[in-house]
Structures are given as C-alpha cells and as structure tokens.
C-alpha cells in the first residue's frame, strides 16, 4: 500500500493472479451471460448481472480454493446476481407504483410472453429455473449443476425432475386451450 496526499492506495501487488483471474473467466463468461438470459428473460439485465457477477468474482477470488470448478463457482455468482436483478425489479415496480402492464408492449415481451416453454419456466421458483437452465440450456453435466447451486446430485436430480413435472401439466393445458 502507498500513501498518496493523505489517502490509501492500492497497488497491485499480484499482477500474476489478475492475469490468472482473466485467464479462468474468459472462458466462463458466455455460459454466464447464456445462464442470465435464461434467468431474466433480458438481454440488457443479463449483460448487468454478468458484469456484476465478474465483479464480484473478481473481488472473492482469493476465496476460491480449486481453481478447476471456476465456471460451477462462476455460474453461481452470476444465479445470485439474477435473482438480485429480479428483486430489484420488483421492489422498483412496487415502490414506484408503475402499472404492472404497460399500454405498449415491446416486440421482445410479445415474443417471450408468446412462447409457452418461457412461461413455464417464468412460473417456477429461483432455484427451480436455476436447476432447468444449467441443465437444458447450457448443456451441463448433473455434477457441476449440483455443484453450481450448491446441491447434492441426488438432490440436484429430484429438484430438476420436479421442476420438469410441474413444466409439463403448464405446456400441455396451454397448448390445449390454442
């Protein structure tokens, strides 16, 4: 640390490890922003809670004992963020009073509000939709899933076949009644 007119500075005294810091996000940050799209249903708010999440991995990551289970350790700093950005929303919306639908609807809402697979999902819990996105729409393996939300594999398992139980009684109703 150096004293500059009074105030604390930081240096950066381990220019290796930001090196090694970029080295493993690089990678991981597109299955993250994937990740966020699938939990927000925003492309703007996926790129926040992406950056935010890379912020606070970057701040945490003198904490992270194996560096080989980044992107499980990564994708659940950037779950925590969505369901922050969700949160967020919400109190937004019922401190300032905005009406809950708007007169104008943005072809992007007619598109996801069109698609009955979204709305199921958007009807599930946090860590319902968090089990079925890291499964189905990044590909991973039930390990690192459960890795990610900080689950058994059998209770990784359970929770993702309860999630697609309760998927499919909404998906078959809703494509009755087109």
Same mark, same amino acid.
């Given at each position: 640390?150096?004293? @500059?007119?009074?105030?604390?500075?930081?240096? @950066?005294?381990?220019?290796?490890?930001?090196?090694?810091?970029? /080295?493993?996000?690089?990678?991981?940050? /597109?299955?993250?922003?994937?990740?966020?799209?699938?939990?927000?249903?925003?492309?703007?708010?996926?790129?926040?809670?992406?950056?935010?999440?890379?912020?606070?991995?970057?701040?945490?990551?003198?904490?992270?004992?194996?560096?080989?289970?980044?992107?499980?350790?990564?994708?659940?700093?950037?779950?925590?963020?969505?369901?922050?950005?969700?949160?967020?929303?919400?109190?937004?919306?019922?401190?300032?009073?905005?009406?809950?639908?708007?007169?104008?609807?943005?072809?992007?809402?007619?598109?996801?509000?069109?698609?009955?697979?979204?709305?199921?999902?958007?009807?599930?819990?946090?860590? /319902?939709?968090? @089990?079925?996105?890291?499964?189905?729409?990044?590909?991973?393996?039930?390990?690192?899933?459960?890795?990610? @939300?900080? /689950?058994?594999?059998?209770? #990784?398992?359970?929770?993702?076949?309860?999630?697609?139980?309760?998927?499919?009684?909404?998906?078959? #109703?809703?494509?009755?009644?087109?």
């Amino acid at each position: 640390m150096q004293r @500059v007119a009074g105030v604390r500075a930081l240096t @950066v005294p381990y220019a290796e490890s930001e090196q090694a810091f970029t /080295d493993l996000l690089s990678p991981v940050v /597109d299955s993250g922003y994937r990740l966020a799209c699938a939990m927000l249903h925003d492309a703007h708010g996926a790129q926040d809670a992406v950056q935010e999440a890379s912020l606070t991995a970057w701040r945490k990551f003198g904490r992270l004992e194996d560096r080989a289970r980044m992107r499980s350790w990564f994708l659940g700093i950037v779950a925590n963020e969505c369901r922050n950005a969700r949160r967020r929303k919400w109190i937004a919306g019922v401190t300032l009073g905005l009406p809950g639908k708007l007169s104008v609807r943005s072809a992007e809402e007619r598109v996801v509000a069109g698609a009955d697979l979204r709305r199921s999902l958007a009807r599930l819990r946090h860590r /319902d939709r968090l @089990v079925v996105a890291l499964f189905f729409y990044l590909d991973l393996p039930l390990e690192e899933v459960a890795a990610t @939300v900080g /689950d058994s594999v059998g209770a #990784t398992r359970a929770r993702l076949y309860r999630s697609i139980r309760r998927l499919r009684p909404d998906l078959a #109703t809703e494509e009755g009644l087109q």
